[in-house]
């Protein structure tokens, strides 16, 4: 699985782990759909911001398929 700390490796479409903003203290993973990048720059060192396919934002923990 591949960190999701640059853009480059995030493409719509691709399955990924997020951290939702209310989980940021547990650390508890939510699975799904990646449909928008949030963050313009290239590298985030907390992971790229992304909008899931069923509308939920966070922060791409893993990738698992691009």
Do not use: C, F, W
Not at 12 to 40: N, Y
Request: charged share 35%; net charge positive.
């Amino acid at each position: 699985m591949m960190s999701g700390k640059d853009r480059k490796n995030i493409k719509a479409g691709a399955e990924v782990l997020i951290v939702l903003k209310k989980d940021q203290r547990s650390g508890k993973l939510t699975r799904g759909l990646v449909k928008d990048l949030l963050t313009r720059s290239s590298y985030h060192p907390h992971g790229i911001k992304v909008r899931l396919q069923d509308g939920r934002v966070g922060r791409v923990k893993e990738i698992i398929k691009r």
